[in-house]
C-alpha cells in the first residue's frame, strides 16, 4: 500500500488504510509475542538480528514494488488478464533461472562469493555447480522426482488463482487474503500439535479474524450505500 500511495499516487478508501494497519499489527503481535521468538532474541546476538530485519526489509520493499508494479500493469494495459501475465513472469524466471545454473559454475567461483570446503578452487567449482547436484540426486533418489511434481503442480494451481485474483480485485486485497491465510496456517498448526499460545498471541489471531470479517461489512456497506444514492455519495469512509 505505501508504494502504491507514494510511486503511482493510488488513493484508498480510509478503512483500508485501518484494515491493513491492523492485519499487520495483529500478525506482528503473534510472531513477537510467542515464547520461542523470545528464547531466540535472547541468546542470538544484536548483529544477527539487525542483518536479518535488514534482508526482511529488502525482500518486503522489492515484493510491495512487484505488487504495485502488477497492478499499474493491469490498469494502464487493458485487457491484460492474470493468465498473460501468469505466463509472462513464468517464462521470464525459467529463463533467468536456466541462465543462473548454466553459468553460475563459472562466474561464482572467480568472483569468491562460493565458500568453499578447503579453500581449493575445485570444491568451489563442485559448491557452485547447483544444478549438477540436484541432478545426481535426483538420480540417487528417484521417487523425490514424484514430490517435486507434486510440489510443482501444487504450486501452478495456486499461481492460477493468485493472479486471477491480481486482476479483478488488485494486490491489496490478495496481501490481505495471504496473511489471513497464513494466521489461519499457524493456528492450524498450534491446534493439530498441540502447542500452546500466549494470551498476546490469541488477542493477534482474534485482531486478524476480526478486522478481516470487519472489511467484508465495509465494503458491502459502502457498495450498497453507493447504489441507494445512484452513485453519487462516496460515504465517509473515503473513496
Given amino acids: 500500500m505505501f508504494l502504491h500511495v507514494t510511486l503511482y499516487g493510488k488513493r484508498y478508501p480510509f478503512y483500508k488504510y485501518g484494515v491493513v494497519a491492523l492485519v ?3 500478525v506482528a ?6 515464547k520461542s521468538s523470545s528464547k531466540k532474541k535472547s541468546s542470538s546476538g544484536g548483529g544477527s538480528s ?8 529488502i525482500n518486503l520493499l522489492f515484493d510491495g514494488l512487484t505488487n504495485s508494479t502488477q497492478d499499474d500493469i493491469y490498469a494502464r494495459f487493458r485487457p491484460y488478464s492474470g493468465a498473460q501475465m501468469m505466463t509472462a513472469l513464468n517464462l521470464l524466471s525459467t529463463a533467468l533461472t536456466s541462465l543462473y545454473l ?4 563459472y562466474i561464482l567461483p572467480l568472483l569468491n562469493l562460493v565458500p568453499t570446503a ?5 570444491a ?6 547447483e544444478l549438477t547436484t ?8 528417484p521417487p523425490v522426482l514424484r514430490q517435486i511434481l507434486g510440489f510443482a503442480l501444487a504450486g501452478g494451481v495456486g499461481q492460477i488463482f493468485i493472479f486471477a485474483t491480481l486482476s479483478h480485485f488488485g494486490s491489496l486485497l490478495l496481501v490481505t487474503v495471504t496473511v489471513t491465510r497464513k494466521m489461519l496456517t ?3 498448526s498450534v491446534l493439530w500439535f498441540g502447542h500452546r499460545l500466549t494470551g498476546w498471541q490469541w488477542v493477534g489471531v482474534g485482531l486478524v479474524l476480526a478486522v478481516s470479517g470487519w472489511r467484508d461489512r465495509l465494503g458491502r456497506w459502502r457498495r450498497g450505500g453507493r447504489s441507494g444514492n445512484g452513485g453519487r455519495g462516496r460515504g465517509r469512509w473515503g473513496r
Fill in 118 to 122: 578447503a579453500g581449493s578452487a575445485s
Fill in 50 to 57: 539487525a542483518y536479518g530485519l535488514l534482508l526482511l526489509s
Fill in 134 to 141: 540436484a541432478l545426481a540426486f535426483l538420480h540417487a533418489h
Fill in 124 to 129: 568451489g567449482v563442485d559448491a557452485a555447480d
Fill in 102 to 105: 548454466l553459468l553460475s559454475p
Fill in 24 to 26: 499487520t499489527g495483529g
Fill in 29 to 34: 503481535l503473534f510472531t513477537l509475542s510467542s
Fill in 186 to 188: 499457524m493456528l492450524l
